[in-house]
Every structure is written in C-alpha cells, then in structure tokens.
C-alpha cells in the first residue's frame, strides 16, 4: 500500500485522504493536513514512485486509482482530496472505483489533456550532480544554473535524499510515463458524488469552456475560487484554502 502520514483527529468522524501532484510528498501537506486534522483524521499519501511508496513501472491514473482505493479501504470510508496529478487520479477513482467514498475535492485540475509537459524539470534534476550534494542549498544552485524558477527549486529539493544522495522520485518512469500524466484517461462513467472543483483565481488550469466536460463527469459538481491564487492554491493562500476545504466536508458531516 502507499506510503502514508496520519495526523490523527476526532473520532467518528469520516477521514480525508489526501493526494499530492506531481513531484510531491504527503510531507508536503504537513501543515495543510494538520490544521485539517483538528475537525478529523487526515492521511497524506506518497503516491507511487514518489515519496517512501513502491517504485512502478506504470504512473497511469487507473493505476493510481488502484492505489487510492485500497487506502479507502482500509478506512472504510473517506473523503478524499486531490491536487494536480493527486486530483486527475481521485476524479479516476470517483469514475471507476467509488466504494467508500464520501466527498471529493480537486484542487486546480480538470479532466483534460494538457499540453505542457514536464520533462524540462526531470533533465533539470537529472542535471544535478548528487555526488557532490552535501547540502540542499547545493542542489538548489544547481537547479538554478538549469534554469528552474526559486519556487520550484525549494519544492523539488523537499523531494531530495542527502543522505543516501538520491532523489525521492522515480524519474525515469516518470519521464516514460509523462504522456499519461499530463493526459486524462478516457472513462465512461460517471460520478453523482457531492464533489468541489476548487481552483485559483489566478490559475489557467481550469477554464470556464472546461465545465461543461466537467459536469457530464460529475454531474453534482461545484465551483468555487480562492482569490490571488495560483496553481498551487494551497500553499499561495494556505489559511483560505484550508477553510474551504474545511467547511465543504463540514457540511457532509450533519
């Protein structure tokens, strides 16, 4: 099963799990999932070949569906949170594997294709000379010289092993399987879960033109924007991302 870090909260109260995007980690979520953790359990998972979770040949979202799933299982039930990645592999389960689901939330993504991929930022990573990485600090320089942005330096060095000099990401496969990640698969199903699509106002990732695909899918669907957000609408408006997210699995709690 995936890698997880539980921050345990009330009792009897329905989980959320939560799904992190591309090149992430649940520690990533740490603060999120903590302020989150005072109204219930919550549980960041590594997704494959990312994290502390099993290395796999395939990243595709029926796949990562597979894996979302048996962490829901083994709740019983659970809400479920998704961002980026973590939130085309949650719509997936929703679409194929629902049992034990509650609400669903997908953070600033749609099930579209997408025409940017992000193998720029594997060569970048790849470009980073391990062997003569003592520090974070290095790596970042190192990442900077390859020309990626600050913002991005600080996240990819979180996924970064100093001690064992290696990196916590399976970057060939997910180089290999990139197609797919930046790709939606196609499902013929659809979900009539209570679900939010919570997007940042200042993001492009999902347009008003993608809504009405978005509601043949989820036909109970809701929208709502965090303003003076982007694409990483959790960690550019943490407090009004959190109390979104808080008050939307409130209201399944009465």
Partial sequence: ML?????????????LVIAHGLFGS??????????????????????????????????????MADDLAEVIASLGTADLLGHSM?????????????????????????????????????DAMDSVDLNAVTRRSEADAMLGEAGVEPALRSFFTQSLDIQSRSWRLNLPVLRAEMEKIVGFPDIDAVHEGPTLFLTGAES????????????ALFPNAVFA?????????????????????????AAGDV
């Fill in 3 to 15: 890698n997880t870090i539980r921050h345990d909260g009330p009792d009897n109260i329905v989980p």
């Fill in 26 to 63: 649940a520690r990533n979520w740490g603060v999120i999932a903590k302020r989150l953790s005072k109204e219930r359990p919550v549980i960041a998972v590594d997704m494959r070949n990312h994290g502390h979770s099993p290395r796999a040949d395939s990243q595709s979202y029926i796949d």
């Fill in 86 to 122: 973590g939130g085309k592999a949650a719509m997936a389960l929703a679409l194929t594997r629902p049992k034990g689901l509650r609400r669903l939330i997908i953070a600033d993504i749609a099930p579209v294709p997408y025409p940017h991929s992000q193998n720029h930022n594997i």
């Fill in 204 to 215: 492009d990732y999902v347009t008003r033109e993608d809504r009405d695909g978005i509601k």
């Fill in 225 to 249: 924007k965090i303003p003076g957000a982007g694409h990483w609408l959790h960690a550019d408006k943490p407090r009004e991302f959190t109390a979104a997210v808080a008050a939307y699995l």
